[in-house]
């Protein structure tokens, strides 16, 4: 039988897994992985400079860039962390990010309007935005997936900007992700006709530019 110490002892150590488990410590929720507009910095680079003035979503064409609070997040079961109220977010089933494409410009539009960096400054240009936008990677659940189940979609193919390369379909339209192209810019996840989708995109917190 326990002693009584030895009871609140595992109490303790119950109460801390749980915590850990479930994204809080020290009563506060952890910060959630969200994704961020192309060009942003790693994480805590990223939340230590920008001011929260939603310049990037005021010049996004494709209105996909939103204040991340408890209410844009609700509806993909995020909650913003400690410091992350307000910072810009994208949800891509939602809108996702269309790279600029038919806007006006030389850049990506959110980048140039980033008054202090925390979005670094990208052409528009296919190879600048491979080479320096990092907003995450698809990843495709089979349990899931029309195509793994007998029908064949590929909707979420034909939607990438980089067909063929970053997301092409294999036998029975089967969609195929190569991480070393995919950017995350989250069009496949939006296309995707299933529900809950089968194709999501994971954010990239570490962004290393």
């Not at 303790?12 to 929720?29: D, E, I, M, P």
């Not at 310049?55 to 993909?76: H, K, V, W, Y």
């Not at 410009?105 to 400054?121: F, K, M, N, S």
């Amino acid at each position: 039988m326990l002693t009584r110490k030895e009871f609140m002892k595992a109490g303790t150590l119950l109460g801390a897994s749980l915590a850990a488990g479930f994204g809080f410590h020290g009563g506060t929720r952890a910060r959630a992985d969200v994704m961020r507009p192309p060009g942003a910095l790693p994480e805590d680079e990223f939340l230590a400079r920008c001011i929260r003035c939603a310049r990037c979503g005021d010049a996004c064409p494709n209105q996909c860039i939103l204040p991340f609070t408890e209410e844009t997040g609700s509806p993909f079961s995020l909650t913003p962390g400690a410091g992350q109220v307000r910072t810009p977010a994208i949800f891509p089933r939602r809108q996702a990010c269309s790279l600029c494409v038919g806007s006006e410009g030389d850049e990506l539009r959110c980048t140039a309007a980033c008054p202090t960096g925390a979005l670094q400054v990208i052409k528009k240009t296919p190879e600048a935005i491979q080479e320096k936008v990092s907003m995450g990677r698809a990843e495709v659940d089979p349990n899931l997936c029309y195509s793994f189940q007998g029908s064949s979609c590929g909707v979420c193919v034909q939607a990438c900007p980089f067909e063929r390369r970053a997301l092409k379909a294999g036998l029975f339209e089967r969609p195929e992700v190569d991480p070393e192209v995919c950017i995350g810019c989250g069009l496949c996840e939006r296309a995707c006709i299933r529900y809950p989708q089968a194709i999501t995109i994971v954010p990239d917190m570490t962004r290393a530019t």
